[in-house]
């Protein structure tokens, strides 16, 4: 059985009115042709509107992995943990599955590489209570975090569904996040992914159980 694909994908524009599901047959083809099990979920937020795939699914919450890091930065800034996006934090000089991991960076190079023991390092300098305020404050999934300040992400307790990331990347988008603009700015910035002619893609992999079969997202 292939690992399961958690898909999402978030339109932004103005807050409208109540919510509603299209289900796309086009993109349940897609699931099927590659043998996959998951959910896709577009939010259109002008007309308060989704569209996806698999409904059911898009309501259940599974651990964020590394998808988390879009809120840990939003965190560490937030607390001063790190004074900006290119403030250097150390990955610890221990043995890295990825030679890219193995060297100190700060955030911006750390969320394009994905890279673990940067963003666990920023999360013990933020601390168990200070991080647990912060995810309640953001409305970030269940909330629960749990006892271990550097694994609640990969590991759990924290769970979050597609559809409530769909709403935590509208709010980011819009500047609509209750932490400072500035830092919602810079947050938006590390994850640009590609740009062109009026438009630009923002978005964030995770891999529950990575290199292992399990949970994956991609949420823009």
Known sequence: MKSLLTVLVAFFALQGCSTSWKE???????????????????????????????????????????????????????????KSVDDVLPYGGKPQPFDAWAKDMGLREAIMLSNVPIYQELARRVGLERMREYVSKLGYGNEDIGVNVDSFWLEGPLEISAIEQTRFLARLAQGKLPVHEDIQKS?????????????????????ENAPGRGIGWWVV
């Open 24 to 82: 796309s047959t086009e993109v349940g083809e897609l699931f099927k042709n590659a043998g996959v099990t998951g959910t896709f979920v577009l939010y259109d937020v002008g007309a308060d509107k989704f569209v996806g795939h698999n409904q059911t699914r898009s309501k259940v919450r599974f651990v964020p992995a590394s998808t988390f890091k879009i809120p840990n930065s939003l965190i560490g800034l937030s607390v001063g943990a790190v």
């Open 187 to 207: 947050v938006r910035e590390i994850v640009l992914l590609e740009q062109g002619k009026n438009w630009q893609l923002y978005g964030k992999t995770g891999w």
